[in-house]
């Protein structure tokens, strides 16, 4: 960390940024799929899916916990191939998770949505053990994800079973 007239100027900037990215990836998803809840909410439910309010604020935690893990990633001081191979991963699993509402809500693809939901768990644990081998904290910090996405998946089969 550098201390510039008492403050964590770069780490700071580099924490926000990291934040920023990840929380910039499920607005804009939010954005592309704006109008969809109607939709979705129209279609047959299984018994345990959860209210829609639900959604934005596990989503919005979990992109914080995500950019903060990057962040510790970055910041390692780890060898730098290892964090480049760690991100790398980390970036596609974002991508893959932008998708994903796209697929889901705005093409009504659901079966496709729930193949692609599996990718990205695989992404997800790949990224996370990757994380965990650089930064303990940073892996830890990405299972509430691992949980909600696995959480997702099943939501994803039963609505596309339900809907067929």
């Given at each position: 960390?550098?201390?510039?007239?008492?403050?964590?100027?770069?780490?700071?900037l580099?924490?926000?940024?990291?934040?920023?990215?990840?929380?910039?990836?499920?607005?804009?998803?939010?954005?592309?799929?704006?109008?969809?809840?109607?939709?979705?909410?129209?279609?047959?439910?299984?018994?345990?899916?959860?209210?829609?309010?639900?959604?934005?604020?596990?989503?919005?935690?979990?992109?914080?916990?995500?950019?903060?893990?990057?962040?510790?990633?970055?910041?390692?001081?780890?060898?730098?191939k290892?964090?480049?191979?760690?991100?790398?991963?980390?970036?596609?699993?974002?991508?893959?998770?932008?998708?994903?509402?796209?697929?889901?809500?705005?093409?009504?693809?659901?079966?496709f949505?729930?193949?692609?939901?599996?990718?990205?768990?695989?992404?997800?644990?790949?990224?996370?053990?990757?994380?965990?081998?650089?930064?303990?904290?940073?892996?830890?910090?990405?299972?509430?994800?691992?949980?909600?996405?696995?959480?997702?998946?099943?939501?994803?089969?039963?609505?596309?079973?339900?809907?067929?």
């Amino acid at each position: 960390m550098r201390i510039v007239g008492g403050m964590f100027r770069g780490s700071l900037l580099a924490l926000a940024i990291s934040i920023l990215i990840s929380e910039g990836v499920g607005m804009l998803s939010a954005l592309f799929s704006m109008g969809t809840m109607e939709k979705y909410q129209d279609l047959i439910q299984p018994s345990f899916s959860p209210p829609g309010w639900v959604f934005p604020i596990a989503w919005g935690i979990l992109y914080l916990l995500m950019g903060i893990a990057s962040y510790l990633v970055y910041s390692s001081g780890a060898d730098k191939k290892e964090i480049k191979n760690a991100l790398s991963f980390y970036a596609l699993q974002l991508i893959f998770n932008f998708f994903w509402t796209i697929i889901f809500f705005r093409l009504d693809l659901r079966g496709f949505a729930f193949l692609w939901i599996i990718a990205l768990l695989i992404l997800i644990i790949i990224t996370t053990v990757k994380f965990y081998k650089i930064n303990k904290t940073a892996g830890y910090l990405m299972i509430p994800y691992i949980l909600w996405v696995s959480f997702a998946s099943v939501l994803n089969f039963a609505i596309w079973q339900l809907n067929r």
